[in-house]
């Protein structure tokens, strides 16, 4: 029998008929439709007022801040309505996307998980070549997008199988099924052990036909039960990743439901299209690289993984009396003469997101708070990386390090 070629992946495209631009209208609609909640939930992050310190990635980089800040921030739910309403919206989106480049290259913070994805299958699925015609271009646009979703569910599953997320962090995350019932705490520490497993076998599911079906009822699943645990009822818990779950259950839904015939080579493989090669190295090649720390982790699916570098700084009583007020009250007063201050806390109480969780990020931000100090020698900042190889024990950084 022959082998399916371009004539071959040609006809499926040809009997997907109607049925692949309606879903890549929806698909874009609901990336720029949760990319704009996004934005609302995170005021602080894009225009402020913030006392959390904005990181560039050049220190030259003049800071995006002011009426300047705002009337980005604006134009970029201006840009949105109108991706969203007109039939060709490529412009719109080339703006919105250039203007989350800059924000994003004004403050590596902004560099979220959902940011990162959202902006890709953005660029993908709203900069495609407008040709109604196309329908095996459509069909490829949308394995682009599926590829950056299966193996999100990957690498997300590959960074737990570690042994912090299994004792420590899907622990704490089951709290609400467990505080009300405590005799399925052993049980449910138990499952914490073939979470990682069974997540990287549903995304590698996605994509073969056998096993479609009941990984994406997996994925969908997670997402509810993840909704569940982070939400008001549950932890109640950084409330921006609220979105993000439910966008990404849709995005299953409106790429691995439905008669599309497709498989993981339609996917994995094609060496024709400088998007496909672009979708392979963020999403495919880099985040392994995460696991070397070679590559950041927000950019490899590590939220929530236990797998992340985590930072406090500590303060002396003198060197908590010189901060801003603006930052000494997300001071904790521990002990002595100790004060510790909590990065990820004052992020999320500040900007409303987590912090970016690199040493690069984390000493510019410690070196900020030194500039402010008295006497630079009441300030210590302590960093552990964690990674699946080359974790690193915890280092300690005074301000002279800095």
Not at 326 to 349: D, K
């Amino acid at each position: 029998m022959e082998k399916p070629g371009k004539a071959g992946k040609e006809g499926r495209a040809k009997d997907g008929g109607a049925a692949l631009p309606r879903r890549l209208f929806l698909l874009r609609l609901t990336i720029l439709v949760a990319f704009s909640i996004g934005l609302a939930m995170s005021p602080g992050l894009w225009i402020g007022p913030r006392s959390y310190p904005e990181v560039p990635v050049w220190s030259l980089l003049p800071p995006i801040e002011g009426a300047v800040a705002a009337a980005l921030y604006g134009a970029l739910f201006v840009m949105a309505g109108i991706a969203a309403i007109v039939p060709r919206p490529r412009w719109p989106i080339a703006g919105f996307l250039a203007v989350i480049v800059a924000f994003c290259l004004a403050d590596q913070t902004r560099w979220q998980p959902w940011v990162f994805q959202y902006s890709f299958l953005l660029a993908v699925v709203g900069l495609a070549r407008d040709n109604r015609a196309a329908l095996a271009d459509d069909l490829q646009t949308l394995n682009m997008a599926r590829l950056v979703i299966a193996f999100t569910y990957v690498f997300s599953g590959l960074q737990k199988a570690n042994l912090n997320f299994m004792e420590n962090e899907f622990s704490w995350i089951i709290t609400p099924i467990t505080s009300l019932l405590p005799s399925m705490a052993t049980p449910l520490d138990a499952l914490g052990f073939l979470v990682p497993f069974v997540q990287v076998a549903f995304g590698l599911g996605l994509l073969t036909r056998r096993f479609r079906r009941a990984s994406l009822a997996a994925a969908v699943g997670m997402h509810i039960f993840i909704l569940a645990m982070f939400g008001p009822l549950g932890l109640n818990w950084n409330d921006i990743v609220w979105p993000w779950t439910a966008a990404m259950a849709l995005f299953d839904v409106l790429l691995f439901s439905g008669r599309d015939d497709f498989t993981w080579r339609d996917i994995v493989w094609n060496v024709r299209d400088l998007r496909h090669g672009a979708a392979m190295a963020l999403f495919v090649v880099l985040p392994a690289l995460s696991f070397f720390n070679l590559w950041d982790s927000y950019l490899s699916s590590a939220l929530y993984s236990g797998n992340l570098t985590e930072a406090q700084i500590y303060l002396s009583d003198l060197g908590a009396a010189s901060t801003p007020d603006g930052v000494r009250r997300y001071l904790v007063h521990t002990s002595e003469n100790t004060n510790v201050l909590n990065l990820q806390r004052w992020a999320i109480a500040d900007l409303n997101v987590t912090p970016y969780a690199e040493t690069r990020v984390f000493k510019t931000i410690a070196g900020d708070l030194c500039h402010a100090l008295g006497d630079r020698n009441q300030l210590v900042l302590v960093v552990k990386e964690q990674r699946m190889f080359f974790s690193r024990p915890e280092i300690g950084f005074r301000c002279s390090q800095l």
